[in-house]
Structure formats: structure tokens, C-alpha cells
């Protein structure tokens, strides 16, 4: 694996992933500079070596590669656009990798503004991202990800140039489309088991253990056995935008996706629940029939 020789990487939004990214950045050697919205989850990578900045043009002051992790569209406009943000004081010289799981049209907007833009689909948890372990789809030009590749080959095992830019999103899209829906339909059968007067621990195991069960499926099994979504892997509230997101895509392709407009549902109804900040599995407390009523 080829390792980068640049400068300082400046990673902006340090939830799960953006905070997996930076440690395996500074596990390998490379200088790197940090900022969140939220300061205290900055304090344990200042401990292990990073750069702490108040704002994300301090952050990408003398970087050579700025990595965006943020949550959705809104707060990647902030980052870049807003005071003191990557373009406050004008184009950023660096290349710039998109993390955060946008709408491809957002993506393809920032090229306008800076030279070299990826976009970088993730497939991988926190774990994942700290060890390297990630698979990165790549969307941009050939010669922003020829720049990139040692980045790249740093943070992930397998490193894919999909083509034009958008493409990482729009494979994030239907990697996170799959995974919304086999998550519900592993909730959909607890919860009808649990209605059927079935032992809902035991049904959940037969099915992890069943050919019908994909590796997602059986590691969120263990989650709804126990009926435990705080620390979650990955917030119902991002399944949800990202779900929308994929429906949208879908619309202005003229497709119909029943299962996926069905998901995206069930993930607003959950998120209106106060179900957002929990674990997406926590979309089985979406499908339990309300207090007092028979449905």
C-alpha cells in the first residue's frame, strides 16, 4: 500500500466516522488538523496528537487534503460556505473529500467553487475506519483521484474510482437504501413474532444464523434481542435522510421503489418519535402498536 508524503489532512466533523478517519490518520503518521461543532469530542484526539481549530478555515490552513464528515447537506453548506468556513477567505488549493452522504447535485455544485472535489462513499463502521478497513467508492475527475489515491489507500482496503463525481454518493445511497430496508424487515419479523407469542431472542438468533440473514441483519440482531439503540453505530435519523435522499433519486429517474418509499416512511414516523438519535434498528419501536389501542 502506497502511504501519502503530503502535508496535514484537515478532517471536519468528528462524529463516529469523521473521529475513526482522524485516529487512523494519526496512527499512520500523518499531521492532522480537526474540527466540530461541538468542541468536547475533540479533546481525546488532541490528546493523541491533532491539531484542534476553531473553525474549519483554521482547520484547513496548510493542508494539503480536507476530509468533510458532517452529517447531511445543510451542515456541509455550513462548513464550506458559511463564516469562517473551508471558502470564507476563497478557493480551497487542497483537494477536498466529501464524506458526508449528500444528494449528488450537492456534491457536483462544489466543484464550481473548488478545483478538486471527490466524492467518497464509505462502507464500514467506526471500527472500520480507525483500522483502515473501510471500502471507499470514489466519485471525480481522474486526476483528483490520482492526487488522492495514497489518502485513500491510507484510510481504506479497497479503494474504487466509480467515475464521474456524485458517483461515491449516489453508491452510498444504494448501499444505505439496502441497508434501511433489511433492517426493518429484520424488525418487522421480531415484532411480528413477538405478536405471534414467539420467544423474540430465539427467533432472532434462528434468523442470524439462517442463510436468509445478510452480515448487517446479524450483527443488528443482537440489538433488537436486547432492545438496546443508545451508542448507536449509525443514527436513525441519518438512515432517514438518507433513505429520502435515495427516494428522491429514484423520483427523478421516473422509478417506482415501493420498499424503499416504504422504508423512508417508517424512518420519518420513527425519527418524529424522538427515535432519531438512537440506533436505525430503533425503527421497531416505529412498528409496536401504541399504548391502548389493538393496532
Not at 49 to 69: F, I, N, Q, R, S
Not at 141 to 159: C, D, I, M, Q
Not at 170 to 178: C, Q
Not at 220 to 231: I, M, Q, T, Y
Request: net charge negative; aromatic share 2%.
Amino acid at each position: 500500500m502506497t502511504r501519502t508524503s503530503q502535508g496535514p489532512v484537515a478532517v471536519l466533523g468528528l462524529g463516529a466516522m469523521g473521529a475513526g478517519l482522524a485516529r487512523r490518520l494519526l496512527d499512520q503518521g500523518i499531521p492532522v488538523r480537526v474540527w466540530n461543532r461541538t468542541a468536547e469530542r475533540t479533546a481525546p484526539l488532541a490528546e493523541a496528537g491533532a491539531h484542534v481549530a476553531a473553525h474549519p478555515a483554521e482547520a484547513v490552513e496548510g493542508t494539503t487534503a480536507a476530509l468533510c464528515a458532517v452529517a447531511d447537506g445543510e451542515a456541509l453548506g455550513t462548513v464550506l460556505r458559511g463564516p469562517d468556513g473551508v471558502l470564507s477567505e476563497g478557493p480551497y488549493p487542497g483537494i477536498l473529500l466529501c464524506a458526508s452522504t449528500v444528494a449528488p447535485e450537492e456534491v457536483v455544485q462544489i466543484a464550481g467553487e473548488v478545483p478538486a472535489v471527490l466524492d467518497m462513499g464509505m462502507l464500514g463502521n467506526r471500527d472500520h475506519a480507525r483500522g483502515g478497513e473501510l471500502r471507499l467508492f470514489v466519485g471525480g475527475t481522474e486526476e483528483a483521484f490520482a492526487a488522492a489515491r495514497p489518502l485513500l489507500e491510507t484510510l481504506g482496503k479497497e479503494v474504487v474510482h466509480l467515475g464521474a463525481l456524485g458517483s461515491g454518493m449516489r453508491m452510498k445511497l444504494l448501499l444505505n437504501l439496502l441497508m434501511g430496508i433489511e433492517v426493518q424487515a429484520l424488525a418487522e419479523a421480531a415484532e411480528l413474532a413477538d405478536a405471534c407469542g414467539l420467544e423474540r431472542e430465539l427467533v432472532l438468533k434462528t434468523i442470524a444464523g439462517s442463510g436468509f440473514a445478510s452480515p448487517v441483519m446479524a450483527f443488528k440482531s443482537r440489538r433488537l434481542a436486547a432492545d438496546r439503540f443508545n451508542e448507536p453505530d449509525f443514527r436513525l435519523r441519518l438512515m432517514a435522510k438518507d433513505l429520502m435522499l435515495a427516494t428522491k433519486q429514484a423520483a427523478a429517474a421516473g422509478l417506482s421503489l415501493p420498499l424503499a418509499t416504504a422504508a423512508a416512511e417508517t424512518h420519518a414516523r420513527a425519527t418524529e418519535q424522538g427515535l432519531g438519535d438512537q440506533d436505525c434498528a430503533a425503527v421497531t419501536r416505529a412498528l409496536r402498536p401504541k399504548p391502548g389501542t389493538d393496532t
